[in-house]
């Protein structure tokens, strides 16, 4: 089952400044949530009641709620945005006081804590949980040649509409410098041959950390991870596949659906796991084409399908809306 309590506006200005992106959308997608409660566990009755007890008991009001039970694995999946119903009294009757800076200490929880408190409850029920606060999540992007992620991942920065912020631009060769220095984004080159493939990857570990990024974007990165690398970043870094995975993996699925004569053709935004092309899938896009399409023609279609997919996945992951179910991911869109 999967219930949403509140609708989320799609969509960003046409119009924004080159510093917009900063101001990453909230966690719920709505503007008003402070707290994401995600987690996992075994099925059974008084899941949702402890939640909703938990967050009632201390005064927080449910912005969204959405639930999967899995009655395969036996599991139930959640998300829960909330906020405090404090800080929506003071929103609307004290705002003159809150621009003098006047704290309210009765609202001053934080992730940290609420997990802590959370705690006892998630024991009792076998829950694997997380509490997320709404600071944005930071991106580190990597890029080899290929700008049409890139490009499009700046632009739903700067619109705001991508749910998160891009710390830095990692690259393997320089071409894509110009697009991302022009942004305001630090472009980084680090170029790897077989002979310093290690080396690049410890340096690409140290930006992680420089940066504190959230989340690794592989934008048409075209260089394979090792797998120490890939166990390294699990559950923080996806790629973008230029192929509807399962079929057409490696190089040039294109030129492999043309000689196929498809009639669709797609991208897969997925996890990156040691497996090659085979980590938990977050979302797909895909694109009707006919016989008039040569190989160049597919391509231009499939990076369009490219960039959708990615950025979808990148925002449903900041917003913690995807979640873990072995192979498989529960994505609460």
Same mark, same amino acid.
């Given at each position: 089952?999967?219930?949403? $309590? !509140? +609708?989320?506006?799609?969509?960003?200005?046409? +119009?924004?400044?080159?510093?917009? &992106?900063?101001?990453?959308?909230?966690?719920?997608?709505?503007?008003?949530?402070?707290?994401? $409660?995600?987690?996992?566990?075994? !099925?059974?009755?008084?899941?949702?009641?402890?939640?909703?007890?938990? /967050?009632?008991?201390?005064?927080? +009001?449910?912005?969204?709620?959405?639930?999967?039970?899995?009655?395969?694995?036996?599991?139930?999946?959640?998300?829960?945005?909330?906020?405090?119903?404090?800080?929506?009294?003071?929103?609307?009757?004290?705002?003159? #006081?809150?621009? $003098?800076?006047?704290?309210?200490?009765?609202?001053?929880?934080?992730?940290?804590?609420?997990?802590?408190?959370?705690?006892?409850?998630?024991?009792?029920? &076998?829950?694997?949980?997380?509490?997320?606060? &709404?600071?944005?999540?930071?991106?580190?992007?990597?890029?080899?040649?290929?700008?049409?992620?890139?490009?499009?991942?700046?632009?739903? %920065?700067?619109?705001?509409?991508? &749910?998160?912020?891009?710390?830095?631009?990692?690259?393997?060769?320089?071409?894509?410098?110009?697009?991302?220095?022009?942004?305001?984004?630090? #472009?980084?080159?680090?170029?790897?041959?077989?002979?310093?493939?290690?080396?690049?990857?410890?340096?690409?570990?140290?930006?992680?950390?420089?940066?504190?990024?959230?989340?690794?974007? =592989?934008?048409?990165?075209?260089?394979?991870?090792?797998?120490?690398?890939?166990?390294? =970043?699990?559950?923080?870094?996806?790629?973008?596949?230029?192929?509807?995975?399962?079929?057409?993996?490696?190089?040039?699925?294109?030129?492999?659906?043309?000689?196929?004569?498809?009639? $669709?053709?797609?991208?897969?935004?997925?996890?990156?796991?040691?497996?090659?092309?085979?980590?938990?899938?977050?979302?797909?896009?895909?694109?009707?084409?006919?016989?008039?399409? +040569?190989?160049?023609? /597919?391509?231009?279609?499939?990076?369009?399908?490219?960039?959708?997919? =990615?950025?979808?996945?990148?925002? %449903?992951?900041?917003?913690?809306?995807?979640?873990?179910?072995?192979?498989?991911?529960?994505?609460?869109?």
């Amino acid at each position: 089952m999967t219930t949403t $309590l !509140e +609708d989320r506006p799609a969509g960003a200005a046409a +119009d924004f400044p080159a510093a917009a &992106g900063a101001k990453a959308r909230s966690l719920a997608g709505t503007g008003t949530a402070e707290f994401v $409660l995600t987690l996992a566990c075994p !099925e059974r009755p008084g899941i949702v009641r402890a939640v909703t007890t938990f /967050l009632a008991d201390r005064d927080f +009001d449910i912005v969204e709620h959405q639930q999967f039970d899995d009655h395969v694995s036996g599991k139930l999946y959640l998300r829960t945005a909330f906020r405090s119903s404090k800080t929506e009294t003071r929103d609307r009757a004290h705002a003159d #006081f809150e621009s $003098l800076g006047r704290p309210e200490e009765q609202d001053q929880r934080s992730g940290e804590s609420l997990t802590a408190e959370f705690a006892p409850t998630a024991a009792e029920f &076998g829950m694997d949980f997380a509490i997320h606060d &709404g600071q944005p999540q930071r991106l580190l992007v990597m890029v080899s040649k290929f700008g049409h992620c890139l490009n499009d991942l700046i632009f739903r %920065w700067r619109a705001g509409s991508l &749910g998160a912020e891009i710390a830095v631009v990692v690259s393997n060769h320089e071409d894509l410098r110009p697009m991302a220095e022009n942004a305001g984004l630090p #472009f980084i080159h680090v170029p790897v041959t077989s002979a310093t493939k290690a080396e690049a990857e410890a340096r690409l570990l140290e930006l992680v950390r420089e940066y504190d990024a959230d989340l690794v974007v =592989l934008a048409r990165y075209m260089q394979v991870l090792s797998d120490g690398l890939c166990n390294e =970043l699990r559950g923080r870094a996806i790629n973008i596949h230029h192929s509807f995975l399962p079929g057409f993996k490696g190089a040039k699925p294109y030129h492999q659906a043309y000689d196929r004569g498809v009639k $669709l053709i797609g991208a897969t935004a997925h996890y990156v796991t040691a497996d090659l092309d085979e980590g938990p899938i977050i979302e797909q896009e895909v694109f009707r084409v006919d016989h008039s399409l +040569d190989p160049d023609a /597919l391509v231009t279609v499939g990076r369009d399908a490219e960039s959708q997919a =990615l950025s979808r996945a990148v925002k %449903w992951h900041c917003q913690h809306r995807v979640l873990l179910n072995n192979t498989r991911t529960v994505v609460f869109r």
